[in-house]
């Protein structure tokens, strides 16, 4: 890489770990930085993978006060993240790259859905709930959560890309929580995966470590950032916040896949 180029790659790593902290799909930033350096797309995805470990991390660390209350619920989701992060990380290196590109937009649009709608459907359930006779939700979101986080998980993995926003969607629906409190939960889960998949990409595949070193540094600063101020931001802002990232998530998807 030449000087101009790592300077891209850092700067894409601190957006990314900012934008994971508070949303998710920072992998939309750094990726395209990554083939613009000329690595290959497997080679960017490995490198991207591992270099935000440390973004991950930084941005549930970030968000540690959100998390009190919340262990054991987090413990047995980050075991379910692990194995769709490690399931992932395989289809990576066995599916043609472009296995995902035509299913994913429509996922990414469908978790924006449930993000706008998550009030109203929440409190449809909060109204069926009464009418049985019980306020109280499972407190894993039950076997449904179970299996939506397992497949967004093998999608993380995979790719990573929007990842967060399916989480959010996801917990949103079925778990009785504030959104901030989800998302602290979400970036433990993106940790999870992106760790597991790291662990499995050093054994197996051919990183590029000057690319994984520069995201490390920027996505672990943009982490701390991106906490520092989404943990600030009200459940309406955020929602909005999300919905737009994801909303140009999904652009830069479809121009990939069909530009």
Request: proline content about 4%.
């Amino acid at each position: 890489m030449t000087i101009w180029e790592m300077l891209a790659v850092f700067v894409a790593g601190i957006s990314a770990g900012a934008i994971n902290s508070v949303v998710g799909s920072g992998t939309l930033i750094t990726f395209p930085v990554l083939l613009a350096t000329g690595l290959s797309p497997v080679t960017a995805t490995v490198s991207n993978a591992l270099g935000l470990v440390s973004g991950a991390i930084s941005g549930a660390i970030g968000y540690r006060a959100e998390l009190v209350g919340q262990r054991d619920r987090t413990i047995r989701l980050s075991i379910v993240a692990a194995v769709g992060g490690i399931s992932g990380a395989v289809l990576l290196l066995t599916l043609p790259p472009t296995a995902f590109e035509t299913i994913v937009p429509i996922l990414v649009a469908l978790a924006l859905v449930l993000v706008v709608l998550q009030p109203r459907i929440s409190r449809a359930v909060q109204r069926r709930r009464a009418a049985k006779g019980t306020t109280d939700a499972h407190p894993d979101g039950g076997p449904l959560l179970i299996v939506g986080l397992l497949a967004a998980s093998i999608y993380g993995g995979y790719f990573t890309a929007a990842q967060g926003i399916l989480y959010v969607a996801l917990m949103g629906m079925l778990l009785n929580e504030s959104l901030q409190r989800i998302n602290a939960v979400k970036n433990v889960l993106a940790a999870v995966v992106n760790s597991i998949a790291a662990l499995f990409f050093i054994i197996v595949a051919d990183p590029d470590w000057t690319a994984v070193i520069l995201i490390a540094i920027g996505s672990a600063i943009g982490g701390q950032v991106g906490a520092k101020y989404g943990r600030k931001l009200s459940p309406t802002v955020l929602r909005a916040f999300i919905v737009a990232v994801g909303t140009v998530a999904i652009a830069q998807l479809l121009l990939r896949r069909y530009g």
